[in-house]
């Protein structure tokens, strides 16, 4: 982040599917692009409250989004679901344990919490103490709850088969890797300022939305703006956009929006 930030925003830490843009190995044309917002670290974002950071996902390049978007601090993270592309980066934040001086409470749904503690066996069991460990408090999501002084409203969605969770805090809605929204979640994403949502690329996929569904979304929706994530290299920022109405965009890495 640079300049001053408005008091309430949220900061695309990263707006790439799993596999991140450019793709390893990939000669295509976006992942060859040398526009800046053709570049997508995995999908997360931070949420500023009055000075208070509530994250959304660690993705594995977390440190280098923290570096890039200067992030000083994190009192909560949100986990929507427990993908690699979702949790890797959760052992940096060992920084902000330091920095903060306390443990970093985490959310998810009961099962993304049981992922975790396997995923990250180490945190949990006793070992010597080398570089440390993450402190961190997993905290299951069962209703409504507060984090960070601010009060966040689980979406449950479906990713496939999988069911996960988006978030609604005030009026701003994240909802990633989604393929499905049951009719009730759709009721509790109604009169949005901001929406981000989930697509992956033109061509169906089993357990994310295409552009197109994506937009059918965002218009019964309609968010005053709606920002997509997890797109794949398919998706040419510049060209994807014109094709998009005004009020619906690709998001890109450090793109901040005032809420
Ligand atoms: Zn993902
Ligand atoms: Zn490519
Ligand atoms: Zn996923």
Same mark, same amino acid.
């Given at each position: ?5 408005? /008091? ?11 596999? @991140? ?35 959304? /996902? ?30 890797? @980066?959760? &052992? ?18 009961? /099962? ?19 570089? @440390? ?8 999501? &069962? ?33 990633? &890797? ?14 949005? /300022? ?66």
């Amino acid at each position: 982040m640079t300049g001053r930030q408005p /008091d309430t925003h949220i900061t695309f830490l990263g707006t790439g599917t799993s596999h @991140g843009v450019p793709m390893i190995g990939c000669k295509c044309a976006v992942c060859r692009s040398s526009d800046p917002h053709n570049k997508r670290s995995r999908t997360s974002a931070l949420v500023s409250y009055s000075g208070r950071n509530i994250l959304i /996902d660690i993705s594995p390049e977390f440190r280098l989004q923290c570096i890039e978007n200067n992030v000083q601090r994190v009192d909560a993270v949100l986990f929507t679901h427990a993908h690699a592309d979702h949790i890797f @980066g959760l &052992d940096d934040l060992r920084r902000f344990n330091e920095m903060q001086g306390m443990s970093i409470p985490c959310y998810g749904s009961p /099962d993304t919490l049981a992922v975790i503690r396997k995923a990250f066996e180490y945190i949990f069991i006793q070992t010597q103490e080398g570089g @440390g460990k993450p402190k961190i408090e997993l905290l299951p999501v &069962d209703g409504p709850f507060t984090a960070a002084g601010i009060s966040i409203t689980p979406i449950p969605v479906f990713h496939g088969q999988l069911p996960i969770l988006g978030y609604r805090i005030g009026n701003l809605a994240y909802v990633t &890797d989604c393929s499905e929204i049951p009719h009730d979640s759709m009721e509790l994403l109604r009169g949005l /300022d901001v929406l981000v949502l989930g697509v992956l690329r033109k061509k169906a996929h089993e357990t994310h939305f295409t552009l197109d569904q994506g937009v059918s979304v965002a218009l019964e929706l309609s968010a005053k703006l709606t920002y997509f994530v997890h797109m794949s290299h398919s998706l040419d920022h510049d060209a994807t956009n014109q094709e998009l109405p005004s009020s619906i965009q690709l998001a890109y890495d450090g793109l901040v929006v005032e809420i």
